[in-house]
């Protein structure tokens, strides 16, 4: 069974671009979240889709903003980056939802310059 | 508010030694679900446990065992044996419900562990 993958692992963008970053859950899952990893603030929740509607979403500006396609396949959308959205930003799976199992992706390390 | 505290921000031991890491949870819910993840070098974090809040049964995984105290509102994981393996940024989470069919889930900060040979 394959498992969660991102795209890209890696990008670097400038202040004032936007980003789009990409997440294919595992076959089957209906629930797809995404986090942000910071040394300083460490892992906090961004939003949870679930089959195709947002169902949750954490404390983050309204530039941080996501989606999610019929086949669950997710995006997360940052626009207007700030020097603080360097980031990893992590996309988990799971067949119902957060408060169940996930399975995680390898992130994509954003750098903004 | 839901918060996840995990007071030991670094720990190192020396291989075959056994190792606790605490975790201290606070939420106002009664039903709640707790987790414990792993976060080895490779970067992609590992599910390892999960426990809903009426089940206090303590529980064993090889040499994995998980403490579960509502009265004290801790979930502390233990590593008996330790292994250079082992060496990982250690996770733990709560989820509670947050309306609309919703759960929302907060980590704590985490515990590097180093497993020294």
């Known amino acids: 069974k394959a498992g969660v993958t991102q795209t890209p692992r890696y990008l670097i963008k400038t202040r004032g671009q936007q980003v789009t970053l990409s997440c294919s859950p595992i076959?089957?899952?209906?629930?797809v979240s995404w986090y942000q990893q910071t040394p300083g603030q460490g892992l906090q929740f961004l939003f949870e889709?679930?089959?195709?509607?947002?169902?949750n979403k954490g404390n983050f500006p309204g530039r941080f903003s996501g989606r999610q396609f019929s086949n669950s396949r997710s995006e997360m959308n940052v626009s207007t980056l700030e020097l603080g959205d360097s980031a990893l930003y992590l996309c988990?799976?799971?067949?119902?939802?957060?408060?169940?199992?996930?399975?995680f992706g390898p992130g994509t390390r954003l750098t903004v310059t | 508010a839901q918060k996840v505290t995990q007071a030991q921000t670094e720990i190192s031991v020396v291989e075959k030694e056994d190792v606790t890491l605490d975790c201290v949870y606070e939420?106002?819910?009664?039903?709640?679900?707790l987790f414990w993840y792993k976060q080895p070098p490779s970067g992609e974090l590992v599910f390892l446990i999960r426990?809903?809040?009426?089940?206090?049964q303590n529980e064993i995984s090889g040499r994995y065992s998980w403490n579960f105290q509502k009265s004290t509102s801790s979930f502390n994981f233990t590593i008996t044996a330790s292994q250079v393996v082992d060496s990982a940024v250690y996770f733990c989470?709560?989820?509670?419900?947050?309306?609309?069919?919703?759960?929302?889930?907060?980590f704590g900060k985490g515990t590097k562990l180093s497993v020294i040979p």
């Open positions: 989470a709560l989820s509670v419900f947050s309306g609309a069919g919703s759960y929302q889930l907060t």
């Open positions: 988990a799976s799971s067949y119902r939802g957060v408060e169940y199992e996930q399975y």
């Open positions: 076959s089957g899952h209906r629930s």
């Open positions: 426990r809903n809040s009426f089940d206090e």
């Open positions: 889709y679930f089959s195709e509607t947002q169902r």
């Open positions: 939420t106002r819910d009664t039903t709640y679900y």
